[in-house]
Structure formats: C-alpha cells, structure tokens
C-alpha cells in the first residue's frame, strides 16, 4: 500500500511538473512570435522611411532643378533687354571690349551693361580707363552682379556663365561695335548674342567670351569649351531679340547659321581667315 501510495504520488506529482515545462515552451515560442513580429515592423518602417526619404531627395533635386532653370532664365532674358536697351541709347550693340589707346584690350561689354542692369552704383565704382584687374577694378571681382552667374553654378567666384559669341564672322567682333541693321543684312535672319557657358573661367570684367569656333564645337559637347548650360537637354541663348533653346542635338548646319553671320563668300573676300 504504501508503495502504491508512494507510486500514486510520483505519479501525481509527474503530472504536474510536465504541465508547467509544456507552459514555459508556449511563453517562449510567444516571447520569439512578438519579437519576431516587432522586428519585421521595424524593418518595414525603415524600408518605408526610406523610401519617403529617397522620393522626398529625388523630388527636392527636381524642383531644386526647374528654380534653377526658371532663375537662369531670367538672367538671361535681364541680359538680353538690357543689350536692347543700350542699342536703343546708343544705336549699335556694345563691343565685345574695351581697348586703351594701345589697342589692348581692358575690360568687357559686361561692364558697359552695367548701367542697363540696375547696376548704376557698381558701374561708378569702376574705373573705365583702368584695365579690370588694375589694382582698383580688381576688387570688384566678387561684386558679380547676380545676373551674371547661373545659380546651379558653384565655380570660380567672380567667373560668368554668360558669354558673347566673338569672331571675325560672329555677332561680336572685338572692339567694333555692331547695330541691328548690320547683323539683319549680313543673315537676313537672327543672331546669337549670348550664350550660356557652364565653367567659363571668365571673370565677369574679363574681355574674353567664346569664339565663333568654339561656339562651332556643337551643345553641351563633354571635353570641350562650347555653348553648355547646367540644366538638362540643352542651352538657352538670346538671340537678336528673343531668347531660343538649343537642344543638344541641334544640326551643325543649323548653329552655324546663328553664329555666323557672315555667309562664307563675304569671308572669302574680307579674307578674315575663318574656316
């Protein structure tokens, strides 16, 4: 009896041992389900933040991207009237430069636009018969007037994106002044006068733009000083009058057309030596 006893209570103990074992292997495979569930929670809210973060980048750089363009713009077309302006004033655009009694030449067309730009006060400041990086023009080098330089641009302080197009042949030629009437009879059509240029390394009183040749060399073109802009797909000009965009794949037959302006036969008898 006694062993039966002693039987029946090792037999009534085991039932409860095994019961509690049983319980602490559901709280442990509950314990890993919510830890497990918590994880993946955390992971997707990383990927979904993420992704908020790289639509919000991505949307930030394209908006970023037409201000930019839309501000590039305006600087451009603020350019463009005011040469309009100073043909009006004077009857003839300005000259590419400004040469002292040597011939050698002092400062650019940038600077005789001052007054056109809302620049009367920088334009008093500068000397005119001192060359622009005289020891007095020099310093007004980061006084860039803020439409002449593209805002997606992060260069040289002082350099322009803004450029004429000087030549022999081009709508600029040097020290000589050029009127409407003359660029109208030598295409019988329209002329680029300004051009973007991304990375000139021209400073803003600098007289130095891009030649007829390297205006040539196409849009956009990698490796080489051409007309070129920051802003996808192409570049703004000014024309004689209106502002146009050239696409990077505009015809070469079609950009000659507005650079020169000059047809090839006149060339050949000014013997300019253009090619």
Same mark, same amino acid.
């Given at each position: 009896m @006694?062993?039966?006893? !002693?039987?029946?209570?090792?037999?009534?103990s085991a039932g409860p041992t095994f019961g509690v074992g049983a319980g602490w292997l559901? %709280?442990?495979r509950q314990t890993r389900g919510r830890h497990a569930r918590a994880a993946l929670s955390i992971l997707v809210c990383s990927i979904s933040i993420a992704t908020l973060i790289i639509v919000g980048v991505v949307g930030y750089r394209r #908006? &970023?991207?037409? @201000?930019d363009t839309s501000r590039?713009? $305006?600087?451009?077309?603020?350019?463009?009237?005011?040469?309009?302006?100073? /043909?009006?004033? =004077?009857?003839?655009? *300005?000259?590419?430069? +400004?040469?002292?009694?040597?011939? &050698?030449? $002092? =400062?650019?067309?940038? +600077?005789?636009?001052? *007054?056109f730009i809302g620049e009367k006060d920088l334009y008093k /400041? #500068?000397?005119?018969?001192?060359?622009?990086?005289?020891?007095?023009? /020099?310093?007004? +080098? !980061? &006084?860039? *007037?803020? %439409? =002449?330089? %593209?805002?997606?641009? @992060?260069?040289h302080a002082g350099a322009t994106n803004y450029v004429a197009i000087v030549g022999p042949a081009a709508p600029w030629e040097g020290a000589q002044p050029r009127s409407l009437e003359d660029l109208r009879s030598a295409t019988g059509g329209e002329s680029v006068l300004v051009a973007e240029m991304v990375d000139s390394g021209i400073i803003w009183m600098e007289p130095r733009d891009l030649t007829e040749s390297e205006a040539l060399q196409g849009v956009n073109r990698p490796g080489v000083r051409c007309i070129s802009s920051h802003h996808p797909g192409g570049a703004w000009v000014?024309? !004689?009058?209106?502002?146009?965009?050239? &696409?990077?794949? !505009?015809?070469?037959?079609?950009?000659?057309?507005? +650079?020169e302006i000059i047809p090839n036969r006149l060339r050949r008898t000014k013997g300019s030596g253009v090619h």
């Open positions: @006694i062993r039966n006893g !002693t039987r029946n209570r090792s037999e009534g559901g %709280c442990r #908006f &970023q991207t037409a @201000i590039c713009n $305006m600087n451009l077309k603020i350019i463009g009237l005011a040469l309009e302006s100073y /043909r009006n004033v =004077y009857g003839s655009y *300005p000259p590419a430069y +400004v040469c002292d009694k040597n011939g &050698q030449p $002092m =400062y650019s067309w940038r +600077v005789l636009l001052l *007054p /400041r #500068f000397r005119l018969d001192e060359a622009w990086n005289g020891p007095h023009n /020099r310093l007004l +080098v !980061t &006084q860039e *007037p803020t %439409c =002449y330089k %593209c805002p997606a641009d @992060i260069s000014w024309l !004689t009058g209106e502002m146009r965009f050239l &696409q990077d794949e !505009t015809p070469a037959l079609e950009l000659r057309s507005l +650079v």
